[in-house]
C-alpha cells in the first residue's frame, strides 16, 4: 500500500501562478511513472502530466508550455508547477501512482482560477 498526500491548491487569479506537491508514503523507483490527474465538475478525471525516468514528461494539450512536472526521488516527490492558470484550470487536482497494475490516488487538492 502507498499514501499519496497532495498539497498546494488554492485560489488564485487568471495569469497567476501555483505548485503542487504530491509526496509518497514509502520510496518510489524513479522507473515508476508518477503522474497529475484533475476533474473539474461533471467532468471525467484526465490526464495533466505524467513523469518517469528515461522519458520526456508527457502533458495534456491544454497544460503543455503552462505546466511542468518534476520529480525529487530522493523525497519520493513530484510537483506540479502551474504558470499562465485560466478559469478552465479549475478542479480537483489528483496525484496518481501506478505500481504493477495497481492505481494509487491521492485525496485531491482543489484549484480554483477566478478573478
Known amino acids: 500500500q502507498v499514501q499519496l498526500v497532495e498539497s498546494g491548491g488554492g485560489l488564485v487569479q487568471p495569469g497567476g501562478s501555483l505548485r503542487l506537491s504530491c509526496t509518497a508514503s514509502r520510496t518510489v523507483f524513479s522507473s515508476v511513472p508518477m503522474a497529475w490527474y484533475r476533474q473539474a465538475p461533471g467532468n471525467q478525471r484526465t490526464l495533466v502530466a505524467r513523469?518517469?525516468?528515461?522519458?520526456?514528461?508527457d502533458y495534456a494539450d491544454s497544460t503543455r508550455g503552462r505546466f511542468t512536472i518534476s520529480r525529487d526521488n530522493a523525497k519520493s516527490t513530484i510537483y506540479l508547477q502551474m504558470n499562465k492558470l485560466e478559469p478552465d484550470d479549475t478542479a480537483i487536482y489528483y496525484c496518481n501512482l501506478r505500481v504493477e497494475g495497481v492505481d494509487y490516488w491521492g485525496q485531491g487538492t482543489q484549484v480554483t482560477v477566478s478573478s
Open positions: 513523469i518517469r525516468s528515461g522519458r520526456y514528461p
